[in-house]
């Protein structure tokens, strides 16, 4: 599917310099943090709940080498409609996971989600029976959005993979998609990820018309960040946070159990996890069984199971 807003959408990302190999975020001022990619560090006596989240993603920062992303047009995840889990015949693809409405958390005065944080294993994916020469892909990831049809937004990242006989391959991707704009997923190029690799991913919006994700390797021992300003006339609704698997091609493949871990999301003033309001949504197969089976482990810790096909 052609996306003309494409290379205005590379063009609006921002990317970052890599940092010298002496930096520590933990004490860097606030105009080295947004020079090389780091959101701002919030006040611990007025955001306590978001300067923890803060501090987890990046207490390893030290031991990391942070690099400048490389965009690219992602082909693959660019294909699918974000909104068919708002669908009633998204069947076969859609959601399996746990979401938590931001308004199930009786937060008073009502406040948005900003920051959503996991760290999970890279799950291997396998064929399934079939035709092998069928490209099969699913996605893994983490992310803020609003739930109304009629003015949709999805700020997100995660890995992917798509396996097409003996061929697999694995990559990392962000997205703030809009059914307004409807852009593109973007793919870092050159994150490299495999199977049984260690990873984190922030999303946050640490302004309502700012995106921001970071993403690290704890095997390859790398990390690097994404901006994404929000198009003209859109804001980050942050009513949902949400921890997820996608099925993207019409059929799922199989793949070892998808376990997020280090689960947390935030407010301005509040952080949470899983519970209270934590619920459970699996991927559905079109003979109506599901393809797919979610649990919440702990307040922390989501699963997601594959079940083979309907």
Not at 26 to 36: E, P, S, T
Not at 282 to 306: E, K
């Amino acid at each position: 599917m052609a996306h003309p807003t494409s290379p205005d959408l590379l063009s609006r990302l921002q990317t970052f310099e890599s940092p010298p190999a002496e930096f520590d975020p933990q004490i860097a001022d606030a105009k080295q943090l947004r020079r090389h990619g780091f959101p701002r560090r919030p006040d611990p006596e007025k955001e306590p709940q978001l300067m923890r989240l803060w501090r987890r993603a990046f207490t390893r920062a030290p031991r990391l080498h942070m690099v400048k992303a490389e965009l690219a047009i992602d082909p693959i995840m660019s294909r699918r409609d974000p909104q068919r889990n708002l669908k009633s015949d998204f069947n076969p693809s859609g959601w399996g996971g746990v979401i938590v409405p931001t308004a199930s958390l009786g937060f008073s005065p009502y406040e948005p989600a900003n920051t959503v944080f996991a760290e999970w294993v890279v799950p291997e994916i396998f064929p399934v029976a079939g035709d092998p020469s069928t490209p099969l892909t699913v996605g893994f990831w983490v992310g803020l959005d609003g739930s109304d049809p009629t003015s949709y937004e999805l700020l997100q990242a995660g890995t992917a993979a798509t396996i097409t006989g003996n061929s697999v391959s694995y990559w990392a991707w962000t997205e703030w998609y809009t059914s307004q704009y409807g852009d593109p997923a973007v793919q870092v190029t050159n994150f490299a990820i495999q199977p049984g690799d260690m990873v984190s991913f922030l999303v946050c919006s640490p302004q309502p018309d700012q995106g921001f994700v970071s993403m690290m390797n704890y095997r390859t021992q790398q990390a690097t960040s994404v901006g994404i300003p929000a198009r003209p006339g859109v804001t980050s609704v942050g009513g949902r946070a949400e921890w997820i698997v996608e099925g993207i091609s019409a059929d799922l493949p199989d793949f070892s159990p998808a376990v997020f871990t280090n689960i947390s999301a935030g407010t301005q003033h509040h952080s949470f996890s899983l519970s209270p309001g934590g619920s459970i949504t699996n991927i559905a197969g079109s003979g109506g069984s599901s393809l797919t089976q979610a649990y919440i482990a702990s307040p922390t810790t989501a699963l997601v199971l594959w079940e083979g096909s309907a």
